[in-house]
């Protein structure tokens, strides 16, 4: 996407006191050293895809923004869909061609060759008048919802799980890893995802390689916030500050419920 969208205590272990009390700490230590589930969780993925919303959509309801689709004036010609399809920056044209591959003839293949034409500007050429209309249209077919979820999770959500685990961090890491490429994709330029990743490693170290989690994410946010300034579309830097933020603060790496926090002035509840 590109676009403009706690702490978990660790139980101590139980000192044993006899012989007979055995069987006991082992099932307690089973229990406090079991992995944390990471993002891909279904449930967890279920709070990312809220947290995103809130953010680019002003709304939890994820799901009702298959429809989605403006030109939010940030020089990437028209957003759209679950996670901010742009135009101008190649991950829709990959979408539709996905989609026009599962079911040729639909009512967004005729748009190929302009999508083709415009990849890479804010240009509507080619586009406008019916393309907006014609992707809400699209939007109510399955097969289109499904091919959105599949490039969201191939494009942004899968490579920040997977960076994520590589790192050591838990289901918090793996989210702010995974809001960071939505809005600023993974290419390489110096505001990408990886550039922003290669800042932060300037400033601390991941649990993978040695270091704390909280400092690390802190690190990672700082870079991502200086990312974020960089461009003036991106400039409101608040589903950090009072969002990531407010996890990291509480310790919650695990993303456990509830939670709350705001975006843009907005607040926000999962319980």
Same mark, same amino acid.
């Given at each position: 996407m590109n676009t403009p969208h706690i702490g978990t205590s660790r139980r101590a272990l139980l000192g044993l006191l006899g012989a007979s009390l055995v069987a006991v700490p082992l099932l307690t230590t089973q229990s406090a050293t079991a992995a944390p589930v990471g993002l891909d969780d279904p449930a967890k993925k279920e709070i990312a895809m809220k947290l995103v919303s809130s953010a680019e959509n002003s709304s939890l309801d994820w799901k009702a923004q298959y429809k989605y689709i403006e030109d939010i004036g940030d020089g990437r010609g028209y957003t759209a869909g679950i996670i901010g399809f742009c135009s101008g920056t190649h991950d829709m044209l990959d979408l539709v061609e996905l989609y026009t591959q599962r079911k040729p003839g639909n009512v967004l293949a005729k748009y190929? !060759? *302009?999508l083709r034409e415009v990849d890479g500007s804010d240009s509507?050429?080619?586009?406008?008048?019916?393309?907006?209309?014609?992707?809400?249209?699209?939007?109510?077919?399955?097969?289109?919802?499904?091919?959105?979820?599949d490039e969201?999770?191939?494009?942004?959500?899968?490579?920040?799980v997977k960076q994520g685990k590589t790192d050591g961090i838990g289901a918090l890491g793996q989210f702010t890893y995974y809001d960071a490429i939505v809005m600023h994709g993974d290419g390489g330029d110096s505001t990408s995802f990886s550039s922003i990743r290669k800042r932060a490693l300037a400033k601390a170290k991941? !649990? *993978?390689?040695?270091?704390?989690?909280?400092?690390?994410?802190n690190a990672f946010l700082d870079a991502r916030v200086w990312a974020m300034k960089q461009e003036e579309a991106h400039s409101d830097t608040s589903r950090v500050d009072t969002e990531q933020r407010v996890f990291v603060r509480n310790k919650n790496l695990n993303l456990n419920t509830p939670l709350d926090w705001k975006v843009y002035g907005d607040s926000y509840h999962i319980g």
């Open positions: 190929l !060759p *302009a509507h050429e080619g586009l406008d008048p019916g393309f907006p209309a014609d992707w809400r249209k699209a939007a109510q077919d399955t097969a289109f919802q499904q091919a959105q979820n969201r999770d191939r494009v942004y959500f899968n490579p920040a991941p !649990p *993978a390689q040695g270091g704390d989690e909280v400092t690390w994410l």
